[in-house]
């Protein structure tokens, strides 16, 4: 029988329907990130000469080097995580990500087919990947020196990613198809069911990525216990659509900004406030300029935002209902407009520095989602360690031989 998820307005009533009245009070175990710019940019820009030099072979040890410098500076109630990958082992994933982009470089050249087949069989094998690589990457992390596992099968991202959303893109065909051979409308075009097969899987990606997310927690472990939730497609509608509200506000109080500004624009000119004859063309060209570039900022502050508002709130919804062996609960305390901020003003920074300021850009995000994770019980995290480290070395699995070769790596 499935245990009953956390809610986010309780923490914790799953947790005590399950397990037996506790006298101990609930302790949080939290997370920190210890890393720093400097520290990292040491690491990155080295990373990124060697990169160069080897023509992007060294690209899958610049990976390696990142992950375990952030898992190690990734700290649970003051242990770190652990990444135990090799450049050898992601070298495959670059090496095809490499064949696909010169492929598609070369067809634009010799026929547009070629283009076209390796985009499908992009397409085609990205399902694959992703789950390639969450096996991959799950095996290759331990906390305490127990590993991490995904029990996920290839079938359901396909089924997910592919089968499903072509399945709703092709629906809109279909009717439009059969209105065209009752006599109703003449011979249709694809311009005609396109949009309204895109909007379609618009309007169902919410329910996509519920269960999506969903599968994807279920199916993860740490050592042999379970991660488990409950996750609902009505909230994950709740908060798209909300983004849209967001969005469209936003959007609208500018606009009447933007008016107002313009309407008092031309009240200064009919009145004579200012000569505006007297301004030279330079000057107006340079204003023009200056005021695409601030509408892009705007948009590109408006779109921040909004992505800002669906991580926040999907993260701190999935978190807060998700428990480890039915004991542990994760939570995840994260606000939009913090996290709007960190994200708008690590763009700039990187804009500003032509890329220089990434090291501390990448750390400060790494720190913020850190200071905002915890984990939530009532019972001891080192004997819980402790038994799922005598489980796995009991159970006998090898993480090494089995999966030995990230192919997503480079995709």
């Known amino acids: ?68 410098y952030f898992y190690g500076n990734t700290l649970l109630d003051n242990s770190p995580f652990e990444y135990h990958a090799n450049g050898r082992q992601l070298l495959p994933g670059r090496l095809i990500a490499i064949a696909l982009v010169a492929l598609i470089a070369l067809g634009e050249y010799l026929s547009v087919y070629i283009v076209a087949g390796a985009y499908v069989f992009l397409i085609v094998v990205t399902p694959w990947a992703i789950c390639r690589s969450t096996q991959f990457n799950a095996r290759m992390t331990s906390y305490r020196n127990v590993r991490l596992g995904f029990t996920g099968t290839v079938a359901n991202y396909y089924r997910y990613l592919l089968i499903v959303p072509l399945i709703i893109f092709l629906v809109p065909a279909g009717v439009i198809a059969a209105i065209h051979f009752s006599g109703q409308i003449d011979r249709p075009t694809a311009m005609q069911f396109l949009p309204i097969g895109i909007l379609a899987v618009y309007l169902c990606w919410p329910w996509i990525h519920c269960r999506l997310s969903a599968y994807s927690i279920d199916n993860t472990r740490y050592g042999t216990a379970p991660f488990d939730t409950d996750l609902s497609a009505r909230r994950f509608y709740r908060v798209y659509l909300g983004s849209i509200a ?30 505006v004859t007297s301004v030279q063309n330079d000057v107006r060209q340079q204003l023009s300029i200056a005021a695409i570039f601030a509408m892009y900022v705007v948009l590109i502050a408006i779109g921040n935002f909004t992505s800002a508002y669906v991580t926040a709130r999907l993260r701190n919804y999935q978190y807060n209902r998700t428990l480890l062996d039915g004991r542990f609960q994760l939570s995840s305390t994260v606000r939009t407009r913090p996290l709007w901020w960190l994200t708008f003003s690590n763009l700039l920074m990187i804009v500003f520095t032509l890329g220089i300021a990434y090291p501390w850009a990448a750390v400060r995000k790494a720190r913020f989602f850190a200071d905002n994770t915890s984990v939530i019980s009532q019972f001891s995290a080192d004997q819980f360690v402790a038994d799922q480290e005598q489980a796995t070395s009991a159970y006998g699995e090898e993480f090494g031989d089995a999966f030995d070769m990230d192919i997503a790596a480079g995709m």
């Open 1 to 68: 029988m499935r245990r009953p998820a956390v809610t986010e307005d309780l923490p914790l009533p799953a947790v005590r329907n399950i397990m037996q009245q506790q006298s101990s009070p609930d302790v949080n175990y939290p997370v920190r990130f210890n890393g720093s710019g400097g520290e990292y940019f040491k690491i990155w820009i080295v990373n990124i000469l060697l990169t160069i030099v080897t023509l992007y072979i060294y690209s899958a040890w610049a990976k390696v080097r990142t992950r375990r």
């Open 246 to 275: 967001v969005t469209l506000m936003i959007i609208a109080a500018l606009s009447l900004l933007g008016g107002a500004i313009y309407a008092l624009a031309n009240y200064a000119k009919a009145v004579d406030l200012f000569d």
